[in-house]
């Protein structure tokens, strides 16, 4: 494996940027080493590959936007998600800003049999050795953090036997993530520096990557409530990111079905 190339994390605007100086402290002793090439087995990639629209729920107990959502034990979560019909797992390990932690991803992957999402603000390799080593299928790597140097972070999780969600929040995100191999792309209709919602987002930019000729995973993400919401996104997007209202509703697996019954 290369090394990868410095990013200077500093440049990242908004909250997004107080978010992620935070992590570039956690990692900035952290072993970058990642050891033996593992196979990939595609899990992620291929729960999502439905001709149904397939559903990431989130283990998510608190977000910047929101402050604290629901004091949620994450296996038990994982499992109402599972039996509401989710197809995959998204769980945050970011401490200081949603209440995530690694052990929370060991549990939820104990739990399930679905494949799971690492989602966190990964600025260091060792956070893609750590989301292999703790069992995630996948995870989240972020255009608006990385830059042009996701084409190395992905290189990173497809060594270790990781799919990644590539996310991105505008044309310009869009243009790097399509040039930098990503098999699965995620569009934030959340603006993370400014903690905006604006559902048209995705199907602009999910239409936009299927006429570049993407033939990839689309996934649209963030600021889903109810199914009525799902419309603009069904026979368009493969899947959906949905954390908060369900994290909230206080019956994950019902809240689960009803988002998924048009
Ligand atoms: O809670 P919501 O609005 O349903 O959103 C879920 C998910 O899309 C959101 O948590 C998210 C999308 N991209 C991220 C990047 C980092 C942290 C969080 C996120």
Do not use: W
Not at 79 to 100: K, V, W
């Amino acid at each position: 494996m290369t090394a990868v190339r410095d990013v200077d994390f500093s440049k990242v605007p908004g909250v997004l940027g107080r978010i992620v100086a935070g992590r570039v402290g956690d990692y900035r002793d952290a072993d970058p080493s990642l050891g033996a090439a593992r196979t990939g087995e595609r899990r992620f990639e291929a729960a999502l590959r439905a001709p149904e629209l397939s559903l990431i729920a989130e283990v998510k107990r608190a977000s910047p936007s929101q402050g604290a959502i629901a004091p949620l034990d994450p296996a038990t979560a994982a499992r109402e998600y599972a039996q509401g019909g989710a197809s995959a797992i998204s769980c945050l390990t970011e401490p200081r800003h949603f209440d995530g932690h690694l052990d929370a991803l060991r549990e939820v992957v104990g739990a399930v049999t679905l494949p799971v999402l690492r989602k966190d603000f990964v600025v260091h390799p060792a956070m893609l050795r750590e989301a292999a080593e703790y069992g995630a299928a996948a995870a989240l790597l972020m255009v608006s953090v990385l830059g042009e140097a996701v084409g190395e972070y992905l290189d990173i999780a497809h060594h270790l036997g990781l799919d990644a969600l590539v996310e991105v929040h505008d044309e310009r995100e869009l243009e790097i993530a399509l040039g930098s191999g990503a098999r699965i792309l995620g569009v934030n209709n959340r603006d993370l520096t400014t903690l905006n919602i604006d559902l048209a987002v995705s199907p602009r930019l999910i239409r936009r990557a299927r006429d570049a000729g993407f033939g990839g995973v689309l996934v649209a993400e963030s600021g889903y409530r109810t199914a009525a919401d799902l419309a603009p996104v069904r026979g368009l997007a493969d899947a959906v990111l949905v954390g908060s209202s369900l994290a909230g509703s206080g019956d994950l697996a019902r809240a689960t079905r009803e988002l998924l019954t048009p």
